[in-house]
Nanobody, 124 residues
Framework: QVQVVESGGGLVQAGGSLRLSCAAS????????MGWFRQAPGKEREFVAG????????NYANSVKGRFTISGDSAKNTVYLQMNSVKPEDTAVYHC?????????????????WGKGTLVTVSS
């Protein structure tokens, strides 16, 4: 059973930075990509950033472009999210997820393994 574990959340002031980390426990599953999603109180879970290991293709949600950077190591099944210039609207539980599907969109339904999430709170 693949376990996905996030870390690095916490309280940060607006304009500050935070780095989230994620690791998938099982190294033998067909991991074609990993991504970050977030869910704010009362809102649906949304895509933040993702990386597909084949070709190193990276995608970002428009709301975080230029502020967040995703990186990772496919051999270690780890992914990171560097969050800079954070805003109060970035407050959410951030979930890491892995997909065994090659290509396609970053729809929530296409992700196969999920972490429980780490809370990021941005104060104004």
């Amino acid at each position: 059973q693949v376990q996905v574990v996030e870390s690095g959340g916490g309280l940060v002031q607006a304009g500050g930075s935070l780095r989230l980390s994620c690791a998938a426990s099982e190294r033998t599953f067909s991991n074609y990509g990993m991504g970050w999603f977030r869910q704010a109180p009362g809102k649906e879970r949304e895509f933040v950033a993702g990386i597909r290991w084949s070709g190193g293709i990276i995608n970002y949600a428009n709301s975080v472009k230029g502020r967040f950077t995703i990186s990772g190591d496919s051999a270690k099944n780890t992914v990171y999210l560097q969050m800079n210039s954070v805003k109060p609207e970035d407050t959410a539980v951030y979930h890491c997820a892995a997909t065994t599907r090659y290509g396609g969109s970053w729809d929530i339904d296409r992700m196969d393994y999920w972490g429980k999430g780490t809370l990021v709170t941005v104060s104004s």
